[in-house]
């Protein structure tokens, strides 16, 4: 699925959402989030690629694959964060939508860590004394 049907499925999908929520506001959360699964699923394979195209480039590169994996997650974590949480918002859930993306920042700084602490160590052997 490339732009054009993502584009052209999001102005069908909210021209529906636009008529359903004043008639069967529940049938437009529903539709909201099956439009939202069926984006991601075909996307799938689009980030498939993107960590195929990583993987080679860390192996070429040879670079400690851990830290891109980390990265990878930490991008994972924000994606899906942010996905569920417009799920949330267009279910009329600001307060839910706020708590998923504190938790998605909690986990980001988690899996952060390893690589924070592995540039401190970096800084501390390159400084004198």
Same mark, same amino acid.
């Given at each position: 699925?490339?732009?054009?049907?993502?584009?052209?499925?999001?102005?069908?999908?909210?021209?529906?959402?636009?008529?359903?929520?004043?008639?069967?506001?529940? +049938?437009?959360?529903?539709?909201?989030?099956?439009?939202?699964?069926?984006?991601? #699923?075909? +996307?799938?394979?689009?980030?498939?690629? #993107?960590?195929?195209?990583?993987?080679?480039?860390?192996?070429?590169?040879?670079?400690?694959?851990?830290?891109?994996?980390?990265?990878?997650?930490?991008?994972?974590?924000?994606?899906?964060?942010?996905?569920?949480?417009?799920?949330?918002?267009?279910?009329?859930?600001?307060?839910?939508?706020?708590?998923?993306?504190?938790?998605?920042? #909690? #986990?980001?700084?988690?899996?952060?860590?390893?690589?924070?602490?592995?540039?401190?160590?970096? +800084?501390?052997?390159? +400084?004198?004394?």
């Amino acid at each position: 699925m490339e732009i054009p049907q993502v584009v052209g499925l999001a102005l069908l999908t909210t021209i529906l959402l636009l008529i359903l929520r004043q008639e069967k506001p529940v +049938m437009a959360v529903i539709l909201s989030i099956v439009f939202s699964i069926v984006v991601f #699923i075909f +996307m799938m394979e689009k980030m498939a690629s #993107i960590i195929e195209v990583m993987q080679e480039l860390t192996h070429r590169a040879q670079i400690n694959y851990f830290f891109m994996a980390t990265i990878l997650k930490i991008l994972g974590v924000a994606y899906l964060g942010e996905f569920a949480a417009a799920i949330c918002q267009d279910a009329g859930e600001q307060a839910v939508a706020r708590k998923v993306e504190f938790a998605a920042k #909690i #986990i980001i700084a988690v899996l952060s860590l390893p690589i924070m602490i592995a540039i401190l160590e970096s +800084m501390m052997e390159l +400084m004198p004394g």
